[in-house]
């Protein structure tokens, strides 16, 4: 019989959101779906995005230092789930969503709810198997103002723990 994890179970308790990170890097634009998401800092405008250390989107955020964090509603989850792997990425889309460059050069989705621009001041956890940027915000936008966010929590998917 297997042993329970408490702790994974009492990590699995935590509010998380989901959210798309997308870059673009030497090798073309990338995105992914990340859900370990938090503000730090008023002043200056700081959060902190964990990103899988072994993902594209790490390795292009860290070579470029900048990517845009998109929000995604809580009725998208074909939207979420669109970057849960590699998807083909080209001049305009990144998994059949169209995106525009965005005021850090990054893609900013025409789909997400609001997203956030932002350039990394620092990295950290080098012994996890996450990294953990630190990165300001330098502009925002916001497509339909009063929507919900989607959460882990409102969808069949898990992560962490």
Request: charged share 20%; with cysteine; aromatic share 10%.
């Amino acid at each position: 019989m297997p042993i329970p994890d408490t702790t994974k179970d009492v990590l699995r308790l935590f509010s998380y959101g989901l959210y798309v990170a997308a870059a673009i890097g030497a090798d073309g634009p990338r995105a992914a779906t990340v859900s370990w998401v938090t503000q730090v800092s008023f002043d200056p405008r700081l959060l902190a995005v964990a990103m899988r250390k072994d993902s594209s989107i790490c390795e292009t955020v860290r070579a470029s230092r900048r990517f845009t964090l998109h929000v995604v509603g809580a009725d998208q989850t074909d939207f979420a789930r669109a970057f849960f792997r590699f998807s083909q990425a080209g001049p305009e889309d990144i998994a059949g969503y169209h995106y525009t460059v965005g005021p850090t050069r990054a893609p900013v989705f025409d789909h997400a709810i609001a997203w956030l621009a932002c350039e990394v001041v620092e990295e950290a956890n080098a012994s996890g198997d996450h990294a953990l940027f630190i990165a300001q915000i330098v502009g925002s936008g916001q497509r339909v103002p009063g929507a919900a966010a989607l959460t882990l929590r409102d969808t069949p998917w898990r992560y962490g723990g």
